[in-house]
């Protein structure tokens, strides 16, 4: 009897930590839910600095040519070049933690408001993307972005 008592016993604060670890991927998963959006608010204000300040100092483009200082001034120039440019969050796909502290965001996303060299509308653009998190001092920074047009 004591035996089954110990087994149910360590079943039960098994399973506490099981729950407690859950509750902090949730909370996790919120809380870069929140840093996207404040990223995403940044770009439809066309805030490069802003953007910024949610990113890692490390940060980098999906192929690697724009780092830290370098991806601010690519989209101060951006929002120059596009003065009407939005990007829509259309679906999220998942996140997935890759260890406690990184997690990739998926989604997929469209950006309008665009136009070419010479000022005419561009058709409105789907895309995949991808967004890379670290964790630190507690809280979720953008490490690294990848995005792929969707052709229909």
């Known amino acids: 009897m004591k035996n089954v008592i110990v087994f149910f016993l360590g079943i039960a604060i098994l399973s506490i930590g099981a729950c407690a670890k859950k509750i902090d991927i949730e909370e996790d998963e919120v809380a870069i839910r929140k840093v996207l959006e404040q990223i995403n608010a940044a770009f439809q204000n066309h805030d490069a600095e802003g953007m910024a300040a949610l990113w890692?100092?490390?940060?980098?483009?999906?192929?690697?040519?724009?780092?830290?200082?370098?991806?601010?001034?690519?989209?101060?120039?951006?929002?120059?070049?596009?003065?009407?440019i939005k990007s829509n969050h259309l679906e999220e796909i998942g996140i997935i933690f890759v260890t406690p502290d990184v997690a990739i965001y998926k989604a997929l996303m469209d950006n309008t408001g665009l136009v070419d060299k010479e000022g005419k509308p561009r058709p409105q653009v789907k895309w995949l993307g991808a967004w890379v998190f670290n964790k630190k001092n507690g809280k979720w920074l953008n490490a690294a972005f990848f995005s792929r047009p969707i052709e229909e």
């Open 56 to 84: 890692d100092q490390s940060v980098e483009s999906w192929n690697g040519s724009r780092k830290g200082a370098a991806q601010v001034k690519y989209y101060a120039d951006l929002f120059n070049l596009q003065p009407s």
